[in-house]
């Protein structure tokens, strides 16, 4: 497990990557920084960083951090997007979940499109 901090704008958390590969490899590439955009209670910035799904799921919970293989994309869930049914939180298509986010996650709903998005070792 690697602590980190997720900062979303002004919106600072702290955190834990999991331990399994795309977790791994993406925690050796910390920080990791790219522009976010919200998709309902999501928000998520493409990286360069290219991983194979690792076993994705289609639902997640509030504070999971996922890996979304087709964009290349880091993702943070809070709530509901477009593609849920009901309160579920439900990806536009499965995630690797590689950690999650701790603390008020309500604070997330503030994020903009554009605003800058770090995770970095804590």
């Given at each position: 497990m690697t602590r980190i901090v997720v900062t979303v704008g002004q919106v600072r958390l702290q955190g834990a990557l999991n331990d399994?590969?795309?977790a791994r490899a993406i925690a050796s590439r910390l920080?990791?920084?790219?522009?976010?955009?919200?998709?309902?209670?999501?928000?998520?910035?493409s990286t360069?960083?290219?991983?194979?799904p690792e076993d994705p799921v289609e639902v997640v919970e509030a504070g999971d951090i996922g890996y979304w293989p087709p964009g290349r994309?880091?993702?943070l869930f809070w709530g509901p997007t477009p593609a849920s049914d009901g309160d579920e939180i439900r990806p536009a298509s499965p995630v690797n979940i590689i950690g999650r986010v701790e603390g008020d996650l309500s604070a997330l709903g503030e994020v903009r499109d554009g605003d800058l998005v770090t995770l970095e070792p804590a």
């Open positions: 399994t590969r795309s920080p990791v920084t790219g522009t976010g955009a919200r998709w309902g209670d999501e928000v998520y910035f360069d960083i290219t991983l194979p994309a880091i993702c």
